[in-house]
């Protein structure tokens, strides 16, 4: 995929975007399209970098941080999404200023999972973040990830009716108000897992789902097809979800003994002693597992950030 750059700077606009240019060149090793422009561009994926005194938009998140010059640090309310139910919801990503701004697709796995016993799973989850800048979910740990950077436009899929209430039809013959907590209810318990995320985690998640279900309302929508639109508006897909199949225990990774010391304290996440335990013990719950992906996902992302920022 080519690296596509628009930018608006109030002074020393040449310069700067001679310097973002190389910057972008050097990490990526192909020389970006660069242009300036007053205008969000029509390209999807987007992406936002608002400065004080312009604007970047590029097709690749690092891409707007290099050309601008800014450091990259992780988003805390990008990875407390995450956190809370595996994905980026709203307009959050996972680099700290960098915003979605149009229909963002991204990349999905495609549920294989490689069967071998000596896999690293702390250089595989670095190798994953440097091919799809954090964009790609933890339910990839255990596939093997392409060489190099995205070569191509991520594939999107909205998982709508994967998740529909078996007794959708019931909940839609309620009245408005009792019908957005039924919807509500059902959307926290499938997306959200049991243990790990923090409060603040979880109550993330929830205020997403109810804004966007009161958007739906306030959009004209007041029956199940609020579901669509949440589906359409959050694309959360199915390897994201918390109830993931466990294909292999985390604990059974060659490098376990690093990936420990790295659960111990991972934003958005609280105790992962037992979940940790039930995997050494191959005693995992599919969201047991799910959750130490993902923290192992967020975990390893800092190291990602490091290598951005040299």
Known sequence: METLVAYTFAYDSAARAAAGRDRVEAYYGARPEVNPSDERPNVDPLFELQLPDGCVWTNRPVAALLFAGVPAVASSRGWTFAAGCGWFMADSTPYDGVLAVSGTAHIVADGHRQQGTDVRLIEQALSWHRYAEGL??????????????????????????????????????????????????????????AAGPTQAARAAVTEQIDRVLRTAVDNGIEDATMLDYFYAVEPLRRGAAPFTPVHKNLASAADRDLIEPLLADVEGFGDLSTLWAASIAGASSPSGEATLRQALWRATFDQHLAEVNK
């Open 136 to 193: 790609q979910p933890a339910s990839s740990l255990f596939d093997t990830p392409p060489d190099g950077f995205i070569a191509g436009e991520p594939i999107g899929e909205v998982a709508n009716g994967y998740f529909y209430p078996r007794d959708v039809d019931q909940l839609d013959a309620l009245p408005l108000p009792d019908k957005l907590r039924a919807f509500s209810n059902h959307l926290r318990t499938r997306l959200i897992p």
